[in-house]
């Protein structure tokens, strides 16, 4: 599930609950190096993956989220197999890649506690990258054969808006565009995930390949249930039946 609301403590609620992965975002959050810090050391110690997205794919911030220690990272908006190889690079030290050399200074290395860090870095990252534009889709077969991605991941709404049909994450084209980039995936032995709210779409997806999914977010089962209970409670505008206190 998604943890969008920027609180250590509810990221931990959220470790705790039996849940596979956790997405610690960035780009749809109000989230700052420091809380995104409190949150991986809130969830450390539960049985459940977090994953880290940052707003934009840039080596400096990439850089700076793998020195706070996140070892996951979901990478947005890459359309092309170029895009990909900069993230790939992003996560690398070099000579494959041009991640700055902090490690001294960096809680991903316990402050070069843990020995040889810098040559098993990469053993300890894994980069997924966001399809979510038509053009990532037309270029799916590119970008699945770059080396060093673990997985691929599938955002349904701004692909839905690059398609023309903002706000319709089941339109049958765009279903067939994720259905589509699972297969791709798949023949080529790449893990492949997509986010999907609706219970009947996320059995689909999985039928038709996904190895891993989205399937809530903590703002929206807050905002959802708390409007259960006002409805439950609280009567209606002009209505005599409102509780007194």
């Not at 709210?197 to 059995?203: D, G, I, N, S, T």
């Not at 997806?205 to 249930?225: K, M, N, Q, T």
């Amino acid at each position: 599930m998604w943890v969008c609301s920027g609180s250590p403590l509810i990221a931990e609620l959220c470790a705790g609950s039996g849940l596979d992965w956790l997405l610690i975002d960035a780009e749809h959050s109000p989230n700052s190096l420091e809380s995104l810090l409190a949150q991986l050391q809130a969830v450390h110690g539960y049985p459940v993956l977090p994953v880290v997205r940052p707003p934009v794919l840039d080596p400096v911030l990439i850089k700076q989220y793998l020195d706070l220690g996140a070892q996951t990272l979901l990478v947005p908006m890459v359309d092309t197999a170029e895009l990909a190889e900069l993230a790939v690079r992003s996560v690398h030290y070099p000579p494959r890649g041009i991640r700055g050399v902090g490690s001294a200074l960096a809680r991903a290395s316990r402050w070069n506690r843990v020995e040889g860090y810098l040559a098993t870095a990469a053993e300890r990252i894994s980069l997924i990258v966001q399809i979510e534009s038509a053009e990532a889709v037309a270029n799916i077969d590119e970008i699945v054969t770059v080396e060093g991605l673990a997985g691929v991941f599938i955002g349904p709404s701004d692909l839905a808006a690059s398609m023309g049909v903002l706000g319709q994450q089941d339109h049958p084209d765009v279903v067939a565009a994720v259905e589509h980039c699972l297969g791709v995936a798949r023949a080529h032995g790449l893990p492949a995930g997509v986010n999907a709210f609706v219970e009947p779409l996320a059995r689909r997806y999985l039928a038709a390949g996904a190895s891993f999914i989205l399937v809530g977010a903590d703002v929206a089962l807050l905002a959802r249930s708390s409007e259960a209970l006002a409805q439950t409670y609280v009567a209606s505008p002009g209505s005599s039946d409102r509780p007194s206190y």
